[in-house]
């Protein structure tokens, strides 16, 4: 069992996750390195496409991010949600208003992530399908950089509720009630199939699927719903 081994757990744990997840993976770490102070961790943020190149090519241990790949074969456990909602400055004319129709977004400047963003993607997918199309304003590889942006007032934008983990949404930004958001996704921890993970990933991995979700959510994240 677990506690049996709990003596023999020490050394690195390699970590990739999606940008979104860094908002409240280091947090996790936190009771994790409690339980076992042998454990050092090496944690590097990509994008989906960068986290994509980092597994095919075996870097590291585990990869938590929120769209499992098609065309890698892997294994995937999903463990959390990450609800997309769209963003606006707190004195936006839109902030308080129910059931905004989406299409009235077109009329907004609007900041996007890169390419190679999954969250890009998730949004991109969305307004396809409803026909919406946005004036794009300024494109950013940074949802910090997209945040200050939106304060700064240079439009709207799409990010997960999770980069709001430690300000909430009271502050200077505020979650827009649009038709069809937020858009549903999930984060999931992921590792290519048969790969043989070391004892410590292996807790690791029992730890996030029954403990992060409950971690996570001692964040602000409470205080947004
Ligand atoms: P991104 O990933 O940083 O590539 O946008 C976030 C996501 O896929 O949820």
Redesign the pocket.
Known sequence: TISDLKGLKQGQLKLSV???AKYFVPRLLGPFCQRYPGVDFALQVF???GLLARMSENLDDLYI???VPENLDVAAHQFLE?PLVVLAQREHPLVGQQKIPIERLSGEPFIM?EE?????R?VEKLFNQENISVKVKLELGSNEAIKQAIVGGLGLSVL?LHTLALEGATGKLAILDVEHFPIE?NWFVVYPNGKQLSVVATAFLEYLLDEGKKVAEETAMDKLH
Do not use: D, K, M, Y
Request: charged letters at 20%; a positive charge; proline letters at 0%.
């Open positions: 999606i940008t979104t994008n989906h496409e991010l929120s769209q990450n992530r190679g963003s999954g969250t890009r998730a997960s996704r």
